[in-house]
C-alpha cells in the first residue's frame, strides 16, 4: 500500500507560479512512477507528468511541456509539480498516484492522493 497526501494549491493569477507536494510513503512506493493528473469540473481526470523513482526519469503531456517540471526529494520522500507561466486553462484539482511507471491511465490506477485545488484567475 502507498499513502500520498498533496498540498500547495491555491489562487494564482495568470501567469504566476505554484509548487505542489506530494508525500508518499508505504513499503513499495520507491518501485513506482509517481504521476500528477488534473480534474476540471465536467472533464475527465487527465495526466499531466510522472517521474520514475527508481531514477527520476520524467515524462509530461504536451499540454504543459516547458511549463511544468516534476522533481523529487529522496530524503523527504517528496515529488514536487513546479508549474510556471500558469494559465486559466490549467485550473483543477490536482491529483498525485502512484502507478506503474508505463501506467497512465486514471481509471487504472489504485493509488490516490486527496487532491488539492489549483485555481488560476485571468
Known amino acids: 500500500q502507498v499513502q500520498l497526501v498533496e498540498s500547495g494549491g491555491g489562487l494564482v493569477q495568470a501567469g504566476g507560479s505554484l509548487r505542489l507536494s506530494c508525500a508518499a510513503s508505504g513499503r513499495t512506493f520507491r518501485n513506482y512512477g509517481l504521476g500528477w493528473f488534473r480534474q476540471a469540473p465536467g472533464k475527465e481526470r487527465e495526466f499531466v507528468g510522472t517521474i520514475r523513482w527508481s531514477d527520476g526519469n520524467t515524462y509530461y503531456a504536451d499540454s504543459v511541456k516547458g511549463r511544468f517540471t516534476i522533481s523529487r526529494d529522496n530524503a523527504k520522500n517528496t515529488v514536487y509539480l513546479q508549474m510556471n507561466s500558469l494559465k486559466p486553462e490549467d485550473t483543477a484539482v490536482y491529483y498525485c498516484?502512484?502507478?506503474?511507471?508505463?501506467?497512465?491511465?486514471?481509471?487504472?490506477?489504485?493509488?490516490w492522493g486527496q487532491g488539492t485545488q489549483v485555481t488560476v484567475s485571468s
Open positions: 498516484a502512484a502507478h506503474p511507471p508505463e501506467i497512465r491511465i486514471a481509471t487504472l490506477i489504485n493509488y
